[in-house]
């Protein structure tokens, strides 16, 4: 089946733009997490949503971040009020939650750009 | 809590030379552990893994790891270094939350 899909691939935002980044898991994942990846930096965890449980905004950087996931499927990421500081690529992963394994399945990423 | 670390962000190879990614872990019970891969402009694919059983994990293209318990590592090795092997690679521990390491970048040397 296909794997996690992430759109769009690339985006470009002025400084103070709202953004919207979608991620579409694997069918029947119910695990889904959102990372950042700064340039040179490794994966900062962001948020993870785990079926109908409330979510787990941990990694959120401040409240200009937020996440929903609907019918447990399609998730989006939205950036308030974009900073260049948000430039970074945005990594979606999900992954069946019944496997003990905890092994994550990735999407392609999106790159955002705050001009 | 649990912690990653991957030892040098940069490692350097020779093309045909051994590569070894340093990986150690920090937690209290002994979790479950990864290496993935990160090609230029891609997401993360998953190179092996280390769950239960048999200490040495074979993964794709090669690779394979070692989970030592008394030294709380898992290190990745490749034999003989190919010029495709070279991108990020990411050391990540499990239990009951995911932790990545910050990652090694290998450069491959023709």
């Known amino acids: 089946g296909a794997g996690v899909s992430q759109s769009p691939s690339n985006k470009v935002t002025e400084k103070g733009k709202d953004v919207e980044l979608r991620c579409d898991p694997i069918?029947?994942?119910?695990?889904l997490y959102w990372y950042r990846q700064s340039l040179g930096q490794g994966l900062e965890f962001l948020i993870y949503?785990?079926?109908?449980?409330?979510?787990?905004k941990s990694g959120l950087p401040s409240d200009r971040f937020s996440a929903e996931r609907t019918g447990g499927s399609v998730s989006t990421l939205t950036i308030q009020r974009t900073q260049q500081e948000d430039s970074a690529v945005y990594l979606c992963?999900?992954?069946?939650?019944?496997?003990?394994?905890?092994?994550?399945?990735f999407g392609p990423g999106t790159r955002l750009t705050v001009t | 809590a649990q912690s990653v670390t991957q030892l040098g962000s940069h490692v350097s190879v020779s093309e045909g030379a051994l590569v070894l990614l340093r990986c150690n872990y920090s937690s209290s019970v002994p979790p479950y552990l990864f290496w993935y891969v990160q090609y230029p402009n891609q997401g993360l694919q998953l190179l092996l893994k280390y769950t239960t059983g048999a200490t040495l994990v074979k993964g794709i293209n090669g690779f394979e790891a070692e989970f030592k318990k008394s030294e709380t590592s898992f290190h990745l090795t490749k034999p003989s270094a190919h010029m495709s092997d070279a991108a990020e690679y990411f050391c990540?521990?499990?239990?009951?939350?995911?932790?990545f390491g910050t990652g090694t970048k290998l450069q491959v040397i023709p």
């Open positions: 949503f785990q079926g109908n449980s409330a979510p787990d």
């Open positions: 992963a999900s992954r069946q939650a019944s496997v003990q394994s905890y092994e994550q399945y």
């Open positions: 990540a521990s499990t239990y009951q939350k995911v932790t």
């Open positions: 069918s029947g994942h119910t695990a």
